[in-house]
């Protein structure tokens, strides 16, 4: 057993539990386990990758007040797709390489940023800069759960601009 010390209580718990199973048992958080549910859309041969969405730091939601601010908008001025090296080596991808990135509903041109930030097989986008209309790729599921549209993630091709 180890000890840990939720707001200010010690609560005894197995070295294998997380910090959210020992909170729970302390009562302090109730936890639901929940049966993992695949996206609705998947990568096949068509669209092989996954393209998941977020934030970049230096930005807040649409940029309707982040993008104004010089200061930030020097940072970082225009959106890009993060890809993985193996994944941009195979298609022919270099950095600042301008590509299209194409879903079941829509496409778009972008440049690219050569990461190991993202994971063999996915790649990322923010939904940041007008020029950029990330959410026209996403699909139409939801977590019926929690009832929210699925933004983050849905099937997608990235090619070179010049191959289309």
Known sequence: MVSLFIDGK???ADPSQTILQAAQKSGKGRLNDLMYTPSEELPDNEYPLYLTTGRRLYHYNNGSMSLRNPEIHSIRSEEFVELH???AGA???KCNDRVRVTSRRGSL???ALV???SMPGSVFLSFHFPETPTNVLTGPGEDTLALTPEYKVCAVKVELCGNI
């Open 85 to 87: 090296p193996s994944n």
């Open 91 to 93: 298609l022919g991808i």
């Open 109 to 111: 041109e972008v440049k």
């Open 115 to 117: 990461t190991t930030r």
């Open 10 to 12: 010690k609560v005894e």
